[in-house]
């Protein structure tokens, strides 16, 4: 056996003569055990929270969406959709329209995106499953509907329920010339529900059937992107080179993180700084280690005389209670992430702690938690840095410990 690590396990079990130097070793386990579980507790629920967003944007979001490089509409070549439906790994892919309109209900008018969609579009991306009042439906016999976002639906005060008043939509006709009053095309639907995902898409879209978009805006053949969607699991970037080759380079294949580059890197630089933020906290919770050895040493001052007589040098006796203060923060860390993940369980299995209150309308009723090794693997990692350099500063200047002490 490593002969520093066995004098250190024996100091760290053995009673030591003053009571006071066990406190403070068990306040530095308490505090180290505190800081690694706040730790876990809080990126946990972090990650929760991320692939909550990151699962309602995917449920808008295709797996890629394939737009012009240069241009706002383009014409779809049949064979080069067909050739991308049958690689391995594509569920489908859909021809979308999207433009600005005008929606007009009784005296509300509200600007909104028009996504004009397959009438299978729903199942297809699941936002079917995001519907809170009435239901995902674009066309039946009776005629054309849409699905109106939240906060569309808000804006408009639009009723699912009123047959005799449709909502007017309008956009600017492509035939106005230069000049002259711009004149606008005219379409009206019903609404047969509301969706609600994320209030950046609640107050803009209203999904139409594709067909009612290609009138209202005059695009006979044109779309403005396609959507493809894949099988879980599957080789997103693979799949992309794929696609892109495809397609050539006068077009732009998007995968669901480039489509939202921008939220995805804001949630990281979030968490990383909300990890440095408590790393702060746990750096100031190791400081008991360095009172704690301080302590030791100064109890074990006899040994140390005793080792030195037998030939130990001041390597070996630095190592012995460099090796005391990591198996302290160790004993802490180990506690502290057992801890954290049974807090973290307890949450996931019973949802202890409520997001708001019982008739709150967000989409989950408690906080979410998400548990990575990886995160448990950085904690440890953290704890056992900061603690290094904690124990160093004692250990360090063992000598001059024991020498003042021998002059006193």
């Given at each position: 056996m490593n002969f520093p690590f066995y004098i250190a396990r024996r100091y760290l079990f053995s009673k030591k003569s003053h009571n006071i130097i066990n406190i403070i070793s068990a306040i530095s386990?308490?505090?180290?055990?505190?800081?690694?579980?706040?730790?876990?507790?809080?990126?946990?629920?972090?990650?929760?929270?991320?692939?909550?967003?990151?699962?309602?944007?995917?449920?808008?979001?295709?797996?890629?969406?394939?737009?012009?490089?240069?241009?706002?509409?383009?014409?779809?070549?049949?064979?080069?959709?067909?050739?991308?439906?049958?690689l391995p790994g594509v569920i489908s892919l859909s021809e979308v329209i999207e433009e600005n309109a005008l929606m007009k209900y009784k005296e509300k008018q509200y600007i909104v995106t028009l996504k004009g969609v397959p009438d299978d579009y729903g199942r297809k991306s699941r936002l079917d499953t995001m519907v809170t009042?009435?239901?995902?439906?674009?066309?039946?016999?009776?005629?054309?509907?849409?699905?109106l976002g939240y906060g569309v639906g808000y804006y408009l005060d639009a009723r699912l329920n009123d047959y005799m008043t449709p909502i007017s939509v309008y956009a600017p006709s492509r035939?106005?010339?230069?000049?002259?009053?711009?004149?606008?095309?005219?379409?009206?639907?019903?609404?047969?529900?509301?969706?609600?995902?994320?209030?950046?898409?609640?107050?803009?879209?209203?999904?139409?059937?594709?067909?009612?978009?290609?009138?209202?805006?005059?695009?006979?053949?044109?779309?403005?992107?396609?959507?493809?969607?894949?099988?879980?699991?599957?080789?997103?970037?693979?799949?992309?080179?794929?696609?892109?080759?495809?397609?050539?380079?006068?077009?732009?294949?998007?995968?669901?993180?480039r489509q939202q580059e921008m939220i995805y890197k804001i949630m990281k630089s979030e968490k990383w700084a909300i990890y440095l933020i408590l790393s702060f906290i746990l750096l100031i919770a190791t400081v008991n280690v360095i009172g704690s050895l301080s302590m030791l040493i100064l109890d074990k001052s006899k040994d140390?005389?005793?080792?030195?007589?037998?030939?130990?040098?001041?390597?070996?006796?630095r190592r012995i209670f460099l090796t005391e203060g990591l198996m302290i923060s160790s004993a802490g860390a180990l506690a502290g992430m057992i801890l954290g993940a049974i807090v973290c369980w307890i949450q996931l299995r019973f949802g202890v702690i409520?997001?708001?209150?019982?008739?709150?309308?967000?989409?989950?009723?408690?906080?979410?938690?998400?548990?990575?090794?990886?995160?448990?693997?950085?904690?440890?990692?953290?704890?056992?840095?900061?603690?290094?350099?904690?124990?160093?500063?004692?250990?360090?200047?063992?000598?001059?410990?024991?020498?003042?002490?021998?002059?006193?």
């Open positions: 386990v308490a505090g180290v055990a505190i800081g690694a579980m706040a730790l876990i507790i809080v990126l946990s629920v972090f990650n929760g929270f991320q692939d909550l967003v990151v699962s309602l944007f995917n449920t808008f979001n295709p797996d890629l969406r394939i737009t012009v490089a240069a241009g706002k509409t383009f014409i779809p070549d049949s064979l080069t959709e067909q050739r991308i439906r049958e009042e009435g239901r995902f439906l674009l066309r039946s016999p009776a005629g054309e509907f849409t699905v035939e106005a010339s230069p000049g002259m009053l711009q004149s606008f095309r005219q379409e009206v639907i019903f609404p047969s529900g509301f969706f609600s995902i994320q209030q950046d898409y609640d107050v803009k879209y209203a999904l139409v059937p594709i067909g009612f978009t290609r009138r209202l805006f005059d695009y006979p053949r044109e779309v403005t992107s396609l959507e493809v969607r894949t099988t879980p699991g599957a080789d997103t970037k693979v799949i992309t080179k794929q696609v892109q080759s495809l397609m050539g380079k006068n077009f732009v294949v998007k995968d669901r993180f140390i005389a005793v080792l030195r007589s037998m030939g130990a040098g001041e390597r070996t006796v409520k997001l708001g209150s019982a008739d709150s309308t967000f989409v989950i009723d408690a906080y979410p938690v998400a548990m990575q090794a990886i995160d448990f693997v950085l904690v440890f990692v953290t704890v056992m840095v900061i603690s290094f350099f904690a124990a160093w500063y004692p250990v360090r200047n063992i000598r001059k410990m024991d020498t003042s002490l021998r002059m006193e």
